[in-house]
């Protein structure tokens, strides 16, 4: 079975919607690399009732994403943060080299701490 590693990133956000047991047998999947096998073996249940249970919390965590789509803004926020951080240190080091207003480097290192602790809280 081929391994959608988008899966394992889903599970961070929405695993306590699924089932306890599809949590477990999905982050045994993804997050510890078991097998359907020593999955189903650990579990006590048939290879075949280890992969239904994965094939459903996948759905499950797909169509949640899809309709709520956490994942998706979370992403949008760490490339904006990024394009943040990156626009801030442009003008830093514009600033640093031909004009040097003090005030603007205080306010770009203001920006740059807001800007980690935004990072930091996601």
Do not use: P, W
């Amino acid at each position: 079975m081929a391994k959608n590693l988008e899966i394992s990133l889903l599970l961070d956000y929405y695993s306590s919607m699924l089932t306890k047991k599809q949590r477990e047998v999905i982050s045994c999947y993804y997050n510890d690399d078991l097998s359907l096998s020593e999955i189903a073996q650990n579990e006590g249940i048939t290879r075949q009732g280890v992969r239904d249970s994965i094939k459903r919390g996948e759905a499950q965590l797909i169509e949640m994403e899809k309709n709520l789509g956490i994942l998706r803004k979370s992403r949008q926020r760490a490339a904006a943060y990024a394009q943040i951080r990156q626009y801030a240190e442009h003008i830093r080091d514009y600033n640093s080299r031909f004009v040097y207003d003090k005030s603007i480097t205080e306010q770009i290192e203001k920006l740059l701490k807001i800007l980690a602790k935004l990072e930091d809280s996601e």
